[in-house]
């Protein structure tokens, strides 16, 4: 209540049960996934999976860096803007979301 007779104010949800705090929780999730996975592949990219038994040669040379760089490169921007979204994205006046486009993912809102 704000003081005046029959009128009633809802109160806000708690930030968890928010849509956009919890959609940036997914994408801060996601995030973790895509970086570790891109540091696997890019920790394990030249070795090699056999080797040939009379020379000892490399048969088969890992070839992952472009993938986990690429990895990396998206989860470390889906971390950042699910960290923006979890921080600035409650119902307190201030309002952030994700703005995807074909080449690019920006960050949109009032601050």
Known sequence: MD?????ETAALPPWWKQRTPLTGL????????????G?????????????DKINGNGIMV???????????????????????MIIWGREDG???SVAVGPA???????F
């Open 39 to 51: 540091l696997y592949y890019v920790a394990v990219d030249g070795n090699t999976l056999e080797k």
């Open 94 to 96: 201030t309002e952030i």
């Open 62 to 84: 890992r070839n992952t860096s472009s993938w986990g760089w690429s990895l990396l490169g998206l989860g470390a921007a889906s971390l950042a803007i699910g960290s923006a």
């Open 3 to 7: 003081g005046r007779p029959g009128v």
């Open 26 to 37: 997914g994408f801060a999730a996601a995030g973790l996934i895509a970086g570790g996975f």
């Open 104 to 110: 690019s993912m920006a960050l949109q809102g009032r």
